[in-house]
């Protein structure tokens, strides 16, 4: 349902000409005084009008059954490019990529599989297209070799290379260059173990340069970022022949040439799982930390010459990880990963200021699984992807941060409420959501944005029992968020629910056009509405005239059959993809 506009409307005063006789200063006193008294009325009426802006998209998907999100990238303001692998019966791994709208619904998805196995790990976005790596089984199904594959917007693929630097490896991660880009991962040389791959690739996908580093003690890249100054940095593992250590690489743009590399470690195991560059060429590495047995999601800092500067660790007291890290404009940190619950990891994220001292903490007790990566989309909403009870997720997560929850009432009338809300602190809330609900069928919701103010004043459902609200401040704060809970005694002013009607949807699921099939038509004052993920409404018409989809993307949509404007119940109605010639 769209969010209604209330700003006053001022009606400008006619200019005439002035009555002959008539005092031509007492005429420009008028004006000015009547001047006075507009602008007044309209700031005293501003404060309680709520600023009709775009929305905060807000969703929480979950895909395919064994099915991993491992990287997201925003691709624009129309949506996400995510990549992983999914698992088949036999569980082998096919690489996979998702392309999402700005809700989340996937618009296409692509497989490549491989003689043995494949997986993509990450994506890079291009002004036409895409290129994701990972890694696949060799052509007689045995070790894995790093890979890459191009695709155009529409999902088509351009082309695949897998790179036989050695007995086996991966890409593990890809960042822009000046002139095309770096691919970050491992590779095996014969007889020997695993050793950092750094390689660089022109816009055509040939191949520049690939360097090597690390003594082959077992070295590992996970991620890689650019500096400001165009040097690549990558964040790994090294083992020392008695423990892990984060390991940390800085090499020259123009041929891998080291600049530096350093190993940190406080514990009797470190991993280095992310990277976030600094303004000043210093760096943040994210990842984990084993002490007294069990790991602990860890954050070091270190200067622009790799020089250790802090560390903090985070979690409770069973094993956690860190797994991706953003930094914001303010200069603090959103990181992701997992939190080891009583019986099962549990996706977590938390924010810190920009020497790892916490600001919150959130972990999702209700899900198993974890947080492999997060980004931001152009709006500032903070967007993360992994898996959740065995299916691949994409959550968007609203600004927060209002320190207290909202108080207020409901005042109910026939076609509407009005919630106001106010804070008892000063903080307020830049935006919104309002969850509402009604007997017999699921939650809604609208999100929005609205100027800073104590006060929200909004016209809410007419069908709605009751209400929850949760506050945000933002734009660049995320995680959890105040809520308040207010019911409603009656769906505002009506008498009570309707009376069921017998009724069902025709095709369900559909791709151009479905139907209201009633039981007993002979009431001709009957209406529909369809309603889309997140609430608005899309169309409307009789009873007896089809409810047109073919132009919707696919996914779940919501059909409210209605008498007079009354509603008398919903059912769900499934867009599916429309079958290939």
């Not at 017998?502 to 509405?529: C, K, S, Y």
Request: charged residues 20%; proline residues 6%.
């Amino acid at each position: 349902m769209p969010v209604p506009a209330f700003a006053p409307s001022l009606v400008q005063p006619q200019v005439c000409a002035s009555p002959a006789g008539l005092d031509q200063g007492l005429v420009a006193q008028l004006r000015r005084s009547i001047g006075t008294l507009l602008v007044a009325l309209f700031a005293l009426l501003m404060p309680r009008a709520v600023q009709a802006q775009e929305p905060w998209l807000s969703f929480d998907r979950t895909y395919e059954e064994r099915a991993f999100m491992q990287a997201v990238r925003p691709l624009g303001d129309s949506g996400y490019v995510a990549v992983g692998r999914i698992l088949d019966t036999a569980a082998v791994s096919y690489a996979m990529v998702w392309r999402l709208d700005s809700l989340g619904q996937v618009r296409w998805t692509r497989s490549l599989a491989a003689s043995g196995s494949a997986r993509f790990e990450d994506v890079l976005i291009l002004p036409d297209g895409m290129v994701a790596v990972g890694s696949t089984s060799q052509a007689d199904g045995s070790a894995q070799q790093p890979w890459q594959a191009r695709f155009n917007l529409d999902g088509d693929t351009l082309w695949t290379a897998a790179f036989a630097f050695g007995q086996s490896g991966s890409f593990d991660a890809i960042a822009a260059s000046s002139s095309g880009w770096w691919t970050a991962g491992r590779v095996a040389l014969s007889g020997e173990l695993p050793q950092v791959l750094l390689s660089a690739f022109a816009m055509d996908g040939s191949e520049d340069w690939t360097a090597l580093y690390g003594s082959a003690s077992l070295e590992l890249a996970f991620d890689l970022a650019r500096h400001a100054n165009g040097d690549p940095a990558l964040a790994g593992r090294f083992f020392d022949g008695t423990r892990d250590r984060v390991y940390a690489v800085r090499a020259d743009p123009s041929g891998g040439a080291e600049r530096w590399t350093r190993s940190y470690s406080n514990g009797t195991a470190d991993l280095g799982l992310g990277i976030a560059v600094q303004p000043d060429g210093g760096a943040v590495f994210c990842g984990s930390s084993r002490v007294d047995g069990n790991e602990h999601g860890v954050l070091i800092g270190v200067d622009a010459d790799g020089d250790f500067r802090w560390q903090s660790r985070y979690g409770g007291p069973l094993d956690d990880r860190l797994h991706a890290i953003q930094r914001l404009a303010s200069g603090d940190l959103l990181s992701a990963g997992r939190y080891k619950g009583d019986t099962a990891f549990q996706p977590w994220s938390l924010r810190t200021d920009s020497l790892g001292a916490l600001r919150w903490a959130v972990r999702d007790s209700t899900r198993s699984g974890s947080w492999e990566d997060l980004a931001f989309a152009p709006d500032g909403a903070l967007v993360l992807v992994g898996h959740a009870d065995g299916a691949a997720r994409l959550a968007r997560r609203g600004p927060n941060g209002v320190s207290c929850p909202p108080v207020g009432e409901v005042m109910g009338s026939v076609g509407g409420s009005w919630l106001d809300l106010s804070w008892p602190s000063v903080e307020g809330a830049t935006a919104y959501e309002v969850r509402w609900s009604r007997p017999g069928w699921s939650s809604d919701s609208i999100r929005w944005t609205s100027a800073p103010s104590l006060v929200l004043n909004t016209l809410l459902p007419e069908t709605a029992h009751s209400f929850k609200v949760r506050a945000f401040c933002g734009p660049d704060v995320y995680g959890l968020s105040a809520e308040a809970q207010f019911a409603v005694d009656q769906p505002n002013g009506l008498s009570g629910p309707a009376a069921e009607t017998a009724w069902t949807l025709f095709p369900n699921p559909v791709v151009e056009q479905a139907r209201i099939l009633l039981e007993d038509p002979g009431n001709a004052h009957m209406t529909w509405r369809l309603l889309g993920p997140s609430g608005q409404v899309l169309e409307q018409g009789r009873w007896n005239t089809p409810i047109g989809m073919a132009t919707l993307p696919a996914g779940l949509y919501r059909v409210e059959l209605l008498e007079q404007g009354r509603l008398l119940s919903v059912q769900s109605l499934v867009k599916a993809t429309p079958s290939a010639p």
